[in-house]
């Protein structure tokens, strides 16, 4: 990734609850308890999961910062959602976390050393992963869900009525 490319990227990641914020201004919070499909998260529990996934982001930035070549943690985001009872947990508490931990990393990562990107972390499920990994998953990751409560909503509008 040229360094241009980075600098544009990191600017997507610094805006993401302002863009996550805009976008669940379409959802009546009257739906955002439904799921589309027992197996499926509704987009009370996709909140919830965003915020608990930027926890893990924002422990692997630092990683990569403080503690080039060691491994993270992997985890997975069903049994969380289970065994933490994401639909007992408050959206706007989930919200407000994951504001203040996106911005400590934009913080952090906007005004790093070119040198730092080249750090690794090693992941189990990934294996091998460079900073610049990391900050495209992550960058994309609300988003993406953001797609995914849409999706949950187009189930729900034809049978809200």
Known sequence: MTHNERRSMIERYGQAHAGLMEGLRAFPRKMWTFKPAPDQWSIHELIVHIAD??????????????????????????????ALRYHDQSPDDALELFRWLRHTSYALIKSLPESAWANTIYHPENGTMTMDDWLDVYERHAREHLAQMRDVYAVWQPQSH
């Open 53 to 82: 996934s930027e926890a893990n982001s924002f422990a692997r930035c630092r990683k990569f910062i403080a503690e080039p070549g060691s491994t993270v943690m992997a985890y997975d985001e069903n049994v969380w959602a289970r």
